[in-house]
């Protein structure tokens, strides 16, 4: 299964690192695009987030580089794993990336919705995988 995962411009310092986690865990980096955060990546990335929060998180992210990476996995549960299941990271599996490479302080309170400085956007279902792997490589060029 093809899926789509990005490095957050706070941990790029330690994407060798990152991308040698995924790899020792068996999975296959197929391909890796530089990104820039755009209010429409935002808008794609944090759809279950309210507008609010996701003005927040842009006014954070937006013109900052991140890594997306084409990963070949088994599952989404197993990047889960790997990744971490919470977007806490201080709430994850020690050994999970966000737990790594994440950022271990209080979240961002932006209503009543907390932004996590974790090191990692991954998918959390099948509908999210389709929508990012759309976003970030089958459908256009960004």
């Known amino acids: 299964m093809y899926i789509c995962g990005i490095i957050k411009p706070h941990a790029l310092d330690q994407a060798d690192e990152i991308q040698r986690t995924l790899t020792e865990a068996g999975v296959r980096i197929v391909q890796i ?27 954070d992210l937006v013109g900052k580089i991140g890594l ?5 996995v088994e599952s989404v549960e197993k990047l889960l ?12 599996d020690p050994e999970s990336i966000r737990a790594r490479f994440g950022v271990h302080e ?37």
């Open 81 to 92: 794993k790997i990744v971490g299941t919470s977007s806490d990271p201080r709430a994850c």
């Open 106 to 142: 209080e979240p961002t309170l932006v209503g009543s919705e907390f932004w996590y400085r974790n090191a990692f956007h991954r998918p959390i279902n099948t509908r999210e995988a389709i929508r990012d792997l759309m976003y970030f490589f089958f459908e256009m060029e960004r």
């Open 33 to 59: 695009k530089r990104t820039c955060f755009s209010v429409p990546m935002i808008e794609v990335l944090y759809d279950h987030m309210s507008p609010n929060a996701r003005t927040s998180i842009a006014q």
């Open 68 to 72: 997306a990476l084409l990963l070949e």
